[in-house]
């Protein structure tokens, strides 16, 4: 996982504490990152996934 990589792309997005799905999945395609890698550096980093495009998060 490129974690500096994500990070800067969180940060160019305003995001800090929470991301919702379709966010992620943009980030995702926008910056050529695995949506496991985003999701690993959510959990690592304390970031909360919200707005869940399968109801898995609330």
């Known amino acids: 996982m490129d974690a500096d990589k994500i ?4 940060k ?3 995001i800090e504490k929470t991301i919702t799905c379709p966010e992620a999945f943009s980030i995702a395609a926008k910056y050529r990152i695995s949506k496991k890698e985003i999701s690993e550096y959510c959990n690592t980093n304390g970031i909360k996934i919200r707005g869940c495009q399968l109801g898995c998060f609330k």
């Open 7 to 10: 990070a800067q792309a969180f």
């Open 12 to 14: 160019s997005a305003g």
